[in-house]
């Protein structure tokens, strides 16, 4: 590929990210929050709705992943699940009553569960062929997300309707859709099927333990995009105040992730997830405590180190673990269990805890599973060690 075509369709890519996660950023943060305010769901009811997005990402994904092995155009289906979601988008915010709203985010979820993993094989296949580094795509898509959440924060709040995230969320998805005509055609070619790759990475421990502690350390982190807006509320702030929390929160993220290689080369790729799990478990225990809400804005800085590094960090640690032959499988894997699994059971746990306790006592629990995180990622880098060690000799 050309030089100067190269760089244009890096620039794209990172306009697709920019849109997208300005989608994602206009509805997530606040979903919870026009749920309880303008549907009266209860914090049960909003969990399961909530996690019903994770849920059946889950189930959904690999399908988008054989139909891309199957059709072998990923784009074109990248484009069909941003149209959709899209379309569906417009008329949420018209549905009532708890059963229809649940059906209708399940209908988002169909689509919108494919954006992420066909836009991430074809990034990554991009970038290592063309010399880029992901952190440099995805920092745009945490941009994106920060704008949006501050922009409708500030626009729900001005004109007192919440079903502009609805709408923001579609247009989001529509200006992605037109970066897509210059995205590459090409994704990492799989080797061998799912079920091989599955048996192959089943043998592969250090693996395994790497998804049990992704399930616990990132599965949080995930929940807290749908919960940060009723603890902003919770502790003082208004819906400008959660505008201006996740423009820190997010926009923190983009800085980390543009060095994040640079500190991963110099530091080790596992030694920074576990530095990156461990501010998110100190944030946690400290919202434990419910400060006060400008505390809280000051703290949400710690997203950059905690999420910027641990997301570029923790996909070049799957790669690094699974068999060359398997390393497709093994993202999809990850992806599932930690932006499927774990955001789904901590979206749910997390409603739950705030009907029974309080959304500071979920943060309690978010602070101690993330510990748990911590310690089985100890254990996985004194098994590799060894291992990498023969390697560089």
């Known amino acids: ?187 990492d070619e799989v080797t061998v099927s799912f079920r091989q790759g599955l048996k192959t990475l089943i043998q592969e421990k250090p693996f395994l333990l790497f998804l049990v502690s992704n399930f616990l350390i990132f599965g949080p982190v995930l929940a807290n995009n749908y919960y940060f807006g009723t603890f902003i509320l919770v502790v003082g702030g208004t819906l400008s105040g959660v505008g201006l929390a996740f423009l820190l929160a997010a926009g923190s993220e983009a800085p980390f992730m543009k060095f994040a290689q640079m500190v991963i080369n110099r530091f080790g790729v596992v030694p920074i997830i576990i530095f990156s799990a461990t501010v998110s478990c100190l944030r946690w225990f400290f919202y434990y405590f419910e400060p006060s809400s400008t505390v809280v804005y000051a703290t949400t800085i710690a997203q950059g180190v905690s999420v910027g590094l641990y997301i570029p960090a923790a996909l070049i640690l799957v790669r690094e673990l699974a068999p060359g032959g398997v390393r497709a499988t093994a993202v999809g894997l990850y992806s599932a269990v930690g932006n499927g699994l774990g955001n789904a059971c901590f979206t749910f746990v997390g409603g739950v805890v705030i009907d029974l306790w309080s959304v500071s006592f979920m943060y309690g629990v978010f602070s101690f599973m993330t510990l748990v995180g911590i310690i089985i990622l100890l254990i996985v880098n004194k098994m590799v060690q060894p291992e990498w060690k023969e390697r560089i000799a």
């Open 1 to 187: 590929m050309p030089e100067h075509s190269t760089e244009k369709t890096y620039r794209f890519i990172q306009m697709f990210y920019f849109f997208t996660f300005f989608a994602f950023g206009s509805i997530f943060p606040l979903l919870s929050v026009f749920l309880a305010e303008e549907k009266g769901l209860s914090h049960t009811q909003i969990g399961i709705v909530i996690a019903a997005l994770p849920l059946i990402t889950i189930f959904v994904q690999p399908v988008w992943g054989m139909l891309s092995d199957y059709t072998r155009n990923p784009k074109r289906l990248l484009m069909i699940a941003s149209v959709f979601a899209s379309v569906l988008g417009i008329f949420y915010p018209w549905l009532q009553v708890f059963p229809v709203l649940l059906l209708g985010i399940i209908c988002i979820a169909l689509f919108q569960s494919g954006i992420v993993p066909l836009s991430d094989s074809l990034s990554l296949n991009f970038v290592q062929r063309n010399g880029k580094e992901y952190g440099n795509i995805r920092l745009w898509g945490a941009v994106g997300f920060a704008v949006a959440v501050f922009v409708l924060g500030r626009l729900t709040e001005a004109t007192g309707s919440m079903n502009w995230i609805f709408y923001s969320f579609s247009l989001g998805l529509l200006f992605a859709l037109i970066t897509l005509f210059e995205f590459p055609k090409r994704a």
